[in-house]
């Protein structure tokens, strides 16, 4: 026992000394201003070098005792057995610029050694006198290093402050200097084992990486296995004749499934898969329900990579969530660079493209895989700079229908469709491949099959609380929603739920997700069960649409709501039954007053098409600027486009304003009635829960914002402080959008009052608020951009002044929306002014006239959508047609106009019936340049939230617009043709002042037809 306590304490002592010279060494090399180098446990506990040359040596003492001669001459001996004395001359003679010895001690120095210190010159005489009898030392060397020696007494605590200061202030680790400084530490202490040696340039460089890391490490931490999972992670336990049967049956398909080859190998859509990432990184694969999509997705995956190298994201349900995921992928592809993304794009989402332009952005390599439902990805909207993918449109064609069969009929022959042709007959010549697989599987088509169970299950006499339970899931899983067991049971009723759920699962109709969650095996299935019910059974369509919103996700409310409105007839009735649905969040709740606010714009625009169409065939392109200014009426109400234009002089103003009057007898009134919106507000409860996540703060200013409005009177059962609290939980915009709501209450003026003096002082710290200031009419304010903790903005942006204005700008509105100025400044970005470039960008004083809430501007949008999809051609043929007519038409008008040149370049004149032909078939032309070039209607989003026309808004300057994902590929060719046929246009509307000009004048301008031709566009 004594030894062990004898032996405990020696390396107690030993650990005291090396971590107290780690601690010594990490604080001198953050401190470092000479550019040094650092050498821990060399010849000595730390050796200081410049360019290579040895300038200092330190000796780190942490005892108890003090500091003697001989505790020096005590310290450990080099290899070649000399001790610190000869050590230190031996280094002098090696570098004979070295003059600096430093004894770090952290208590107190001997007498002796202390007279040292002060300069006692008798005391160093009698040291030097030890040190050449004691010590073998040269009275030369012996003398140099007693003038070379210094002694600095320092502590533990002063070092770690030290340390702790200097780091905090450095910007990768701000948001964790604490494990910043311990990561500084155990770097020094690896490099002291290892005989390394570090500068400060290179330990910021690597605590860059560490603070990158610390960055992957937070994102990985909060989305790792939950949105984020490895492939082989998603396992399935079952019996394996269970998995295959089930899968046979067309159920959404799982890895499991892949991995026991229960799937058809694809291989021409798997080498298209191989080829688009190859080209471009990024391959998305689109189609309906039911093309197999999934299953084809994984199979890729488990072919082509280690199922540890796949990581599949699950659901991206904000911004936030999607910064974490680009921060822990950021973190992944660092260390592993054969790693692939997957995205399974959920029913509803559209933050997958968000997520895939901050990939891009990182200048991130890894390859990206995403898998996606055709109506998903028409209303994908993106802000910024187009991202680079690759489209497969994924669809079974029959060539590929005859591969299935001949697999499936490879080793015996089929039961009942002896050959393709009869499949394919049977099949119905189109559909999706679950249906055509589950023919030949099950020798029927999923649909009869899917009708045999109904109506076995209605001969069975089971429970109609089981069908409506199966009708209830149907409903939802057709639109990709899941449904909460416990609040199923409240709207069901029944008794008998859980043999229900067992009964109906082992039909293959639904399935369970978790304890609380059960689904529809599939979308396609899901809707052609829900149409078998609705067709058998006397539950009322309506009744089950109602009885799901309460039993699916918040996010996926407006899902539901948006589908249900656009194929049932609007009633009244309808809605006042919405109201009576209590929300359990704020996210449903704003999701619910979304919607019927879009289902009065929806109204509004029904009830006045008939008048709009004949304005479009009227005014042509120029229709829009006969549309109320704001049919929200809340920002400019009883005002047409045309009003703020009709005093310009290139107007006639006399008929302009009869053209105005027109409209405004015509319209059915200039402004929204709200009839769905304010039945429902006025009748609905609000949720009883404060926001806890910055999608409900937003949702709860959303609410607040709309009920104001719609002069909802609203009182929150908390107290000011809780209300406080929760808002200043979240992101700067989320919470600057609560405050927003607060604004429009006065019953809410103290809690809004609070949460902007809070808000404030955090705005101030975070964005780097230099002076702010609001008076009665104005809040200004300068601030030096965050640039090094900001993480949102994308790394090829070109203007990052405009985007920190706008950022600041998104905010203030929010905060101060009375002002009647908001003057914003940046400083610190006008760097080069003293090479006489001023900074850009880097101001704005904005009224508050052109500060449209983003809120009303949305629902104005919806409303030129909407009337812009109604006459929009049914399909791409008559898109097509549309095309080909112009084209012939131009053909011909450019044939005759080339005869007509001809007649004057070679007769001098020309004949009345030339000129009737070109003029007759520039008529036809004017008409097609009139009219808009729309895409079909199912080439967009059938909802009209979302269009590919909106390039510039009247606001353009101050905000970024939105672009649809889906139709970017057919921008170029909407240029080009309005590029030609504007350039067209020019050429006719100046050709008879040419002619003129040649005939009377004798002279022709026309060297030849080819360059008449050319003259008129790069396609002429």
């Given at each position: 026992?004594?030894?062990?306590?004898?032996?405990?304490?020696?390396?107690?002592?030993?650990?005291?000394?090396?971590?107290?010279?780690?601690?010594?060494?990490?604080?001198?090399?953050?401190?470092?201003?000479?550019?040094?180098?650092?050498?821990?446990?060399?010849?000595?506990?730390?050796?200081?070098?410049?360019?290579?040359?040895?300038?200092?040596?330190?000796?780190?003492?942490?005892?108890?005792?003090?500091?003697?001669?001989?505790?020096?001459?005590?310290?450990?001996?080099?290899?070649?057995?000399?001790?610190?004395?000869?050590?230190?001359?031996?280094?002098?003679?090696?570098?004979?610029?070295?003059?600096?010895?430093?004894?770090?001690?952290?208590?107190?120095?001997?007498?002796?050694?202390?007279?040292?210190?002060?300069?006692?010159?008798?005391?160093?005489?009698?040291?030097?006198?030890?040190?050449?009898?004691?010590?073998?030392?040269?009275?030369?060397?012996?003398?140099?290093?007693?003038?070379?020696?210094?002694?600095?007494?320092?502590?533990?605590?002063?070092?770690?402050?030290?340390?702790?200061?200097?780091?905090?202030?450095?910007?990768?680790?701000?948001?964790?200097?604490?494990?910043?400084?311990?990561?500084?530490?155990?770097?020094?202490?690896?490099?002291?084992?290892?005989?390394?040696?570090?500068?400060?340039?290179?330990?910021?460089?690597?605590?860059?990486?560490?603070?990158?890391?610390?960055?992957?490490?937070?994102?990985?931490?909060?989305?790792?296995?939950?949105?984020?999972?490895?492939?082989?992670?998603?396992?399935?336990?079952?019996?394996?004749?269970?998995?295959?049967?089930?899968?046979?049956?067309?159920?959404?398909?799982?890895?499991?499934?892949?991995?026991?080859?229960?799937?058809?190998?694809?291989?021409?859509?798997?080498?298209?898969?191989?080829?688009?990432?190859?080209?471009?990184?990024?391959?998305?694969?689109?189609?309906?329900?039911?093309?197999?999509?999934?299953?084809?997705?994984?199979?890729?995956?488990?072919?082509?990579?280690?199922?540890?190298?796949?990581?599949?994201?699950?659901?991206?349900?904000?911004?936030?969530?999607?910064?974490?995921?680009?921060?822990?992928?950021?973190?992944?592809?660092?260390?592993?660079?054969?790693?692939?993304?997957?995205?399974?794009?959920?029913?509803?989402?559209?933050?997958?493209?968000?997520?895939?332009?901050?990939?891009?952005?990182?200048?991130?390599?890894?390859?990206?895989?995403?898998?996606?439902?055709?109506?998903?990805?028409?209303?994908?909207?993106?802000?910024?700079?187009?991202?680079?993918?690759?489209?497969?449109?994924?669809?079974?064609?029959?060539?590929?229908?005859?591969?299935?069969?001949?697999?499936?009929?490879?080793?015996?022959?089929?039961?009942?469709?002896?050959?393709?042709?009869?499949?394919?007959?049977?099949?119905?010549?189109?559909?999706?491949?679950?249906?055509?697989?589950?023919?030949?599987?099950?020798?029927?088509?999923?649909?009869?099959?899917?009708?045999?169970?109904?109506?076995?299950?209605?001969?069975?006499?089971?429970?109609?609380?089981?069908?409506?339970?199966?009708?209830?899931?149907?409903?939802?899983?057709?639109?990709?929603?899941?449904?909460?067991?416990?609040?199923?049971?409240?709207?069901?009723?029944?008794?008998?739920?859980?043999?229900?759920?067992?009964?109906?699962?082992?039909?293959?109709?639904?399935?369970?997700?978790?304890?609380?969650?059960?689904?529809?095996?599939?979308?396609?299935?899901?809707?052609?069960?829900?149409?078998?019910?609705?067709?058998?059974?006397c539950t009322d369509p309506r009744e089950v649409a109602f009885k799901a919103l309460p039993c699916i996700s918040s996010q996926n409310?407006?899902?539901?709501?948006?589908?249900?409105?656009?194929?049932?007839?609007?009633?009244?009735?309808?809605?006042?039954?919405?109201?009576?649905?209590?929300?359990?969040?704020?996210?449903?709740?704003?999701?619910?007053?979304?919607?019927?606010?879009?289902?009065?714009?929806?109204?509004?625009?029904?009830?006045?098409?008939?008048?709009?169409?004949?304005?479009?065939?009227?005014?042509?392109?120029?229709?829009?600027?006969?549309?109320?200014?704001?049919?929200s009426g809340i920002e400019r109400s009883d005002e047409l486009i045309a009003d703020g234009i009709k005093d310009l002089s290139i107007?006639?103003?006399?008929?302009?304003?009869?053209?105005?009057?027109?409209?405004?007898?015509?319209?059915?009134?200039?402004?929204?009635?709200?009839?769905?919106?304010?039945?429902?507000?006025?009748?609905?409860?609000?949720?009883?829960?404060?926001?806890?996540?910055?999608?409900?703060?937003?949702?709860?200013?959303?609410?607040?914002?709309?009920?104001?409005?719609?002069?909802?009177?609203?009182?929150?059962?908390?107290?000011?402080?809780?209300?406080?609290?929760?808002?200043?939980?979240?992101?700067?915009?989320?919470?600057?959008?609560?405050?927003?709501?607060?604004?429009?209450?006065?019953?809410?003026?103290?809690?809004?009052?609070?949460?902007?003096?809070?808000?404030?002082?955090?705005?101030?710290?975070?964005?780097?608020?230099?002076?702010f200031s609001v008076t009665s009419d104005e809040v200004s304010c300068k601030f030096i951009p965050p640039l090094s903790t900001e993480?949102?903005?994308?790394?090829?942006?070109?203007?990052?002044?405009?985007?920190?204005?706008?950022?600041?700008?998104?905010?203030?509105?929010?905060?101060?929306?009375?002002?009647?100025?908001?003057?914003?400044?940046?400083?610190?970005?006008?760097?080069?002014?003293?090479?006489?470039?001023?900074?850009?960008?880097?101001?704005?004083?904005?009224?508050?006239?052109?500060?449209?809430?983003?809120?009303?501007?949305?629902?104005?949008?919806?409303?030129?959508?909407?009337?812009?999809?109604?006459?929009?051609?049914?399909?791409?043929?008559?898109?097509?047609?549309?095309?080909?007519?112009?084209?012939?038409?131009?053909?011909?008008?450019?044939?005759?106009?080339?005869?007509?040149?001809?007649?004057?370049?070679?007769?001098?004149?020309?004949?009345?019936?030339?000129?009737?032909?070109?003029?007759?078939?520039?008529?036809?032309?004017?008409?097609?340049?009139?009219?808009?070039?729309?895409?079909?209607?199912?080439?967009?989003?059938?909802?009209?939230?979302?269009?590919?026309?909106?390039?510039?808004?009247?606001?353009?300057?101050?905000?970024?617009?939105?672009?649809?994902?889906?139709?970017?590929?057919?921008?170029?060719?909407?240029?080009?043709?309005?590029?030609?046929?504007?350039?067209?246009?020019?050429?006719?509307?100046?050709?008879?002042?040419?002619?003129?000009?040649?005939?009377?004048?004798?002279?022709?301008?026309?060297?030849?037809?080819?360059?008449?031709?050319?003259?008129?566009?790069?396609?002429?």
């Amino acid at each position: 026992m004594v030894d062990f306590y004898k032996s405990d304490v020696g390396a107690q002592a030993a650990w005291k000394g090396f971590s107290s010279q780690t601690l010594y060494i990490a604080s001198r090399l953050i401190s470092d201003e000479g550019g040094y180098e650092y050498y821990p446990e060399d010849i000595e506990d730390l050796v200081v070098k410049k360019n290579g040359a040895v300038v200092e040596a330190v000796q780190v003492k942490n005892i108890s005792a003090d500091i003697t001669l001989s505790s020096l001459a005590a310290t450990k001996t080099s290899q070649s057995g000399e001790g610190f004395f000869n050590r230190m001359c031996s280094l002098h003679k090696q570098n004979p610029s070295f003059g600096c010895i430093k004894v770090v001690h952290f208590n107190a120095l001997g007498a002796e050694l202390q007279e040292v210190q002060k300069g006692n010159t008798n005391t160093k005489k009698a040291i030097t006198k030890k040190l050449v009898e004691k010590h073998g030392l040269s009275v030369e060397d012996a003398a140099w290093l007693i003038d070379s020696v210094h002694f600095e007494k320092v502590n533990l605590d002063d070092l770690e402050l030290n340390i702790q200061t200097q780091i905090s202030e450095y910007v990768p680790v701000m948001s964790a200097p604490t494990l910043a400084k311990e990561l500084l530490i155990h770097h020094i202490s690896v490099l002291s084992k290892g005989k390394g040696y570090t500068t400060l340039k290179l330990w910021q460089e690597k605590i860059h990486e560490i603070g990158t890391n610390i960055a992957a490490l937070d994102g990985f931490y909060k989305e790792y296995n939950k949105s984020l999972v490895r492939l082989d992670e998603l396992q399935l336990n079952g019996d394996h004749k269970q998995l295959e049967k089930e899968y046979l049956q067309g159920v959404s398909a799982h890895p499991t499934h892949i991995r026991n080859n229960f799937d058809f190998k694809r291989n021409y859509w798997m080498e298209e898969i191989q080829a688009v990432i190859n080209s471009k990184g990024v391959a998305i694969l689109k189609g309906v329900s039911g093309q197999g999509k999934t299953t084809l997705c994984y199979r890729y995956l488990i072919d082509t990579y280690p199922e540890g190298w796949v990581f599949c994201v699950r659901t991206i349900a904000n911004e936030g969530q999607a910064q974490n995921l680009v921060s822990a992928l950021e973190g992944l592809g660092k260390h592993n660079k054969h790693l692939i993304i997957y995205i399974d794009v959920q029913p509803g989402e559209t933050l997958w493209a968000f997520l895939l332009q901050e990939l891009q952005s990182r200048g991130l390599s890894i390859p990206v895989l995403i898998s996606i439902r055709d109506e998903d990805y028409n209303r994908t909207p993106i802000s910024g700079k187009a991202i680079q993918y690759g489209i497969i449109e994924l669809a079974l064609s029959k060539e590929e229908a005859a591969r299935i069969y001949s697999s499936f009929t490879e080793t015996q022959p089929h039961a009942e469709h002896r050959t393709f042709e009869e499949a394919w007959q049977t099949f119905g010549g189109q559909g999706p491949l679950i249906e055509f697989v589950y023919l030949l599987t099950n020798n029927q088509t999923l649909a009869q099959r899917l009708q045999d169970q109904v109506d076995a299950l209605l001969r069975e006499g089971i429970s109609d609380d089981w069908l409506e339970l199966l009708q209830l899931v149907c409903y939802a899983g057709r639109l990709g929603c899941t449904v909460n067991l416990v609040a199923a049971k409240n709207e069901i009723h029944c008794s008998t739920m859980h043999a229900a759920i067992r009964r109906l699962k082992g039909e293959y109709l639904i399935r369970v997700v978790d304890d609380n969650t059960i689904e529809a095996l599939h979308p396609v299935r899901a809707k052609i069960v829900f149409d078998a019910l609705c067709n058998q059974i006397c539950t009322d369509p309506r009744e089950v649409a109602f009885k799901a919103l309460p039993c699916i996700s918040s996010q996926n409310v407006r899902v539901v709501l948006l589908d249900y409105f656009s194929n049932q007839q609007y009633d009244i009735k309808d809605v006042q039954r919405l109201s009576q649905i209590k929300f359990c969040d704020w996210v449903g709740y704003a999701n619910a007053i979304r919607s019927m606010l879009w289902l009065d714009a929806k109204r509004y625009v029904e009830s006045n098409m008939t008048f709009i169409s004949s304005l479009v065939a009227k005014r042509g392109k120029g229709w829009l600027c006969f549309l109320p200014l704001d049919l929200s009426g809340i920002e400019r109400s009883d005002e047409l486009i045309a009003d703020g234009i009709k005093d310009l002089s290139i107007f006639n103003k006399v008929d302009l304003q009869n053209a105005i009057d027109e409209v405004k007898n015509s319209l059915t009134s200039l402004s929204i009635n709200y009839e769905a919106t304010d039945c429902f507000i006025n009748n609905s409860e609000i949720p009883s829960f404060l926001p806890n996540t910055d999608t409900e703060r937003s949702s709860f200013g959303y609410a607040l914002f709309w009920m104001a409005k719609r002069d909802r009177k609203v009182t929150l059962p908390f107290k000011v402080d809780e209300i406080v609290t929760s808002i200043y939980a979240g992101e700067l915009q989320p919470s600057a959008d609560a405050i927003r709501g607060l604004f429009e209450h006065p019953a809410l003026e103290e809690s809004y009052l609070a949460a902007v003096d809070i808000f404030v002082e955090r705005l101030i710290r975070e964005m780097q608020v230099l002076t702010f200031s609001v008076t009665s009419d104005e809040v200004s304010c300068k601030f030096i951009p965050p640039l090094s903790t900001e993480t949102t903005i994308p790394e090829n942006t070109k203007n990052t002044n405009q985007y920190w204005r706008i950022k600041m700008l998104d905010i203030l509105k929010q905060l101060y929306p009375e002002k009647e100025y908001i003057d914003i400044e940046l400083i610190g970005v006008d760097l080069l002014r003293d090479l006489g470039i001023e900074a850009l960008d880097h101001k704005l004083h904005i009224h508050k006239s052109k500060r449209p809430n983003t809120w009303v501007s949305e629902l104005n949008g919806w409303t030129k959508i909407r009337i812009d999809y109604s006459l929009r051609p049914s399909s791409w043929q008559e898109y097509v047609a549309d095309i080909d007519e112009i084209r012939s038409n131009v053909n011909d008008l450019i044939v005759e106009t080339i005869k007509l040149i001809d007649d004057v370049y070679r007769k001098g004149r020309y004949t009345q019936d030339r000129g009737k032909r070109v003029d007759d078939r520039l008529k036809v032309f004017k008409e097609h340049t009139f009219a808009e070039n729309r895409l079909p209607t199912f080439a967009v989003d059938p909802y009209c939230l979302y269009s590919e026309g909106n390039a510039k808004s009247p606001v353009a300057e101050y905000f970024t617009m939105r672009q649809l994902l889906s139709v970017s590929k057919y921008e170029k060719f909407r240029k080009r043709l309005n590029d030609v046929y504007s350039s067209l246009d020019n050429f006719y509307n100046q050709f008879i002042e040419v002619l003129r000009v040649a005939r009377h004048a004798k002279r022709y301008y026309f060297v030849s037809q080819k360059v008449a031709v050319k003259s008129l566009g790069p396609y002429g």
